[in-house]
């Protein structure tokens, strides 16, 4: 009951919604009702194209998000356990970490093309530094105290990384996890927008340029949906990851 | 005696130790810019030794050429002033607008009853997506390229500003009050200063994610501006183009993260940990 109460406001939006374009307060082209966008998403599903052009753009996001999480996550702890490393690297990540990543979008589809390539090269370039930078940040505040019991109870240099740095690095890593999930989404998203053959992008905009506007709606939700669904998700496998820090 | 005893130590050694002290910076600022030279090194070599072709990769030293003209002819200055025109427009309304609503949910049940669950569920969305329903409602000029980027940017600034004003200290609030304040006074001089650290991060993540929005919307909707600029040139397969515009995003951005770590580290001087959290 509270938490109908407290998601209120979404429902009283969604009714202003129905109301503002039945009522014809705005044109219907611009705002279809809301109950049209719920009829035109379950003929996508029937249809399949919701479905296949989902699957291409959840592998795509997939398939860089874990590119992005194993080599960032790999470079950032390195970085913090072994100097030489830093020293390279850090005016690097330094660099490119401002760097708008959308920029990338033209440069990835010149060196791949159009197809599934591109998009998980942009994800997995774009989505790394927050990772590296998580775990890099992580990993440099381990408690000296645990380091220095780790090497007194005779822990050798590799196994004080696994034992101590890793999981101490955890919990900023996997927060750097998180900014980099709602990055990936972003940038599959626009990429798809802006070249793409199919995906949840080009199905937006393949839908506009039809004039079919309540499946556009209907496909924009579903993607936004998608971001809120997977951060909670993630929010609460971290928080069971988590569990031995309390 | 213990002067003397300073004064002789530091004569015959001053000269040695500030040479080494010179030398040591010296080599960390060369270590600074070392592995960026290697990188546009290994950039021109790679593009010269002819492993790619000129589309793929077009040297280094093309693309300065390439910026150096535009530089020379105006279009370098004119997409970039308005896409920093964007961009800190819809920075500033996000920043003006974030911290007011983000005010008003900590301090009014209604407007907390009514944004909080529109935070919540809108925060981790790609809102990118509306991008399309952006451009039906308000075509393809500056207006709706600024409303995307406010669309994206603002929910990090009010998401700040709350956990920020949630997370000042009440034996401030209360000795403030004690002491004769009334509500405006306590805003002004105890609430905002103390939350001013949180939302300023709130801020920092809010600008870069203002220009990377402002370079899609340049992208998908052309026009001038260097997201723009680069979708025109890879349009006419010039990659020379492309790889410039990478390069003056990349310096936009780092100019304007720098800037605000900058303004961080100034206004707030007073509080303990000035460094900036977001860049490494």
């Known amino acids: 009951m509270k938490q109908v109460t407290r998601y209120l406001p979404l429902v009283l939006l969604a009714l202003a919604w129905e109301l503002a374009a039945r ?24 249809d399949g194209d919701l479905i296949s052009n989902g699957t291409s753009s959840l592998y795509r996001a997939g398939a860089g998000l874990a590119l992005a999480i194993l080599v960032g996550a790999t470079l950032g702890i390195v970085m913090a356990w072994w100097k030489p490393v830093n020293v390279l690297l850090a005016p690097l990540v330094e ?103 199919k995906g949840f992008g080009y199905l937006i905009g393949s839908l506009g340029a039809n ?31 988590l569990a031995w820090r309390e | 005696m213990a002067r003397v005893a300073q004064a002789m ?15 040591y910076r010296l080599f960390w600022a060369f270590m600074r810019v070392f592995s960026i030279v290697l990188l546009l090194a290994t950039w021109e070599i790679l593009a010269r030794s002819g492993n790619f072709t000129h589309f793929q990769l077009p040297a280094f030293s093309e693309v300065v050429e390439r910026i150096w003209n535009d530089a020379w002819s105006g279009d370098l200055w004119i997409n970039t ?12 309304i996000c920043a003006v607008f974030g911290v007011i609503i983000g005010m008003a ?26 991008l399309p329903v952006v451009i039906l409602w308000l075509g393809v000029y500056d207006v ?21 004003i949630q997370g000042v200290e009440r034996e401030l609030l209360w000795s403030a009050r004690n002491m004769g ?20 991060t709130g801020l920092q993540v809010a600008l870069p994610l203002s220009l990377i929005v402002a370079v899609v919307a340049e992208m998908l909707m052309g026009g001038y501006g260097l997201g723009g600029a680069m979708m025109t040139a890879s349009r006419f397969a010039n990659s020379t183009g492309v790889f410039a515009g990478i390069v003056e995003i990349a310096v936009v951005g780092y100019v304007l993260v720098k800037a605000m770590a900058l303004i961080r580290r100034r206004l707030l001087i007073w509080h303990q940990e000035t460094n900036d959290p977001s860049t490494a």
């Open chain 1, 23 to 46: 009522l014809e307060l705005v044109s219907t082209t611009a705002l279809p009702p809301l109950s049209d966008v719920i009829r035109a998403w379950i003929d996508l599903i029937k």
């Open chain 1, 95 to 197: 660099m490119f970490y401002p760097l708008p990543k959308s920029a990338l979008i033209p440069v990835t589809v010149i060196w791949l093309g159009y197809g599934d390539g591109s998009k998980i090269l942009l994800i997995f370039l774009g989505c790394m530094l927050p990772v590296t930078i998580g775990a890099f940040n992580g990993a440099r505040s381990s408690e000296q105290a645990l380091v220095w019991s780790a090497r007194s109870m005779g822990a050798n240099r590799l196994r004080m990384l696994w034992d101590v740095v890793v999981p101490s690095a955890m919990p900023e890593l996997l927060n750097g996890v998180r900014t980099a999930l709602a990055l990936a989404f972003i940038l599959l998203v626009s990429s798809e927008l802006i070249v793409a053959q």
């Open chain 1, 211 to 241: 004039g079919s506007y309540d499946a556009m709606y209907a496909v924009v939700l579903t993607v936004a949906f998608l971001g809120f669904a997977a951060d909670r998700l993630y929010l609460l496998i971290t928080k069971r990851t």
């Open chain 2, 9 to 23: 130590s530091e004569t015959p050694n001053g000269l040695p130790e500030k040479a080494a002290r010179v030398v």
């Open chain 2, 81 to 92: 002033a308005l896409t920093l025109y964007r961009a800190l427009t819809a920075f500033l």
């Open chain 2, 105 to 130: 949910m900590s301090r009014n049940a209604i407007a907390n009853w009514f944004f909080d669950p529109i935070i919540s569920v809108g925060f981790p969305m790609p809102k990118i997506a509306f």
């Open chain 2, 144 to 164: 709706s390229k600024i409303s995307i980027i406010v669309i994206d940017a603002i929910f990090p600034v009010i998401a700040a500003t709350v956990i920020a």
């Open chain 2, 181 to 200: 304040a009334n509500s405006r006074e306590l805003l002004t001089q105890i609430v905002l200063p103390a939350a001013a650290p949180q939302i300023m």
